[in-house]
């Protein structure tokens, strides 16, 4: 049911998913080990088995990442950019690069504007 789901996902998610909507999809799982500040060891799982589950490669560290809508993965690697991942067709799509620390600290899922050093920019995916 849905309340064991949203439990399940507050436990395997430190960041509050349920007040922070940005976090949560309904269709997808984020799982993840925290070390040194960057996410690693992430498998993406779907909650209804309706989508295939994916697993990112090991060595992928992401300093942070947002659920633009219940099935685009928005994250930031250091010193590379930001890309949207298609949990529904496992694919990854790289839209911003460059030198930042992409760490992400907002996204407004009306406008498509996600904020992150100090920064906003609308992203198309």
């Keep these: 049911n849905n309340e064991t789901l949203r439990k399940m ?11 922070d909507p940005i976090h949560y999809s309904s269709k997808f799982y984020v799982f993840y080990t925290l070390s040194n500040q ?5 498998k993406i799982m ?3 088995k309706e989508h295939p589950n994916n ?8 300093t942070s ?3 633009a809508d219940d099935s685009h993965l928005v994250y930031g ?3 590379d950019g930001i890309y949207v991942y298609d ?36 992203i198309k995916f």
């Design 65 to 67: 990442y947002v659920w």
């Design 87 to 122: 949990a529904k067709k496992c694919e990854n799509q790289k839209i911003l690069s460059g030198e930042d620390s992409y760490k992400i600290t907002g996204y407004d899922r009306e406008t498509n504007i996600i904020e992150y050093d100090d920064t906003k920019a609308r």
């Design 38 to 42: 960057k996410y690693k060891n992430i």
């Design 9 to 19: 996902n507050r436990m395997y998610d430190n960041t509050g998913a349920e007040s």
């Design 46 to 48: 779907s909650i209804d």
């Design 77 to 79: 690697i250091a010193n």
């Design 55 to 62: 697993e990112f490669d090991d060595t992928l560290e992401i």
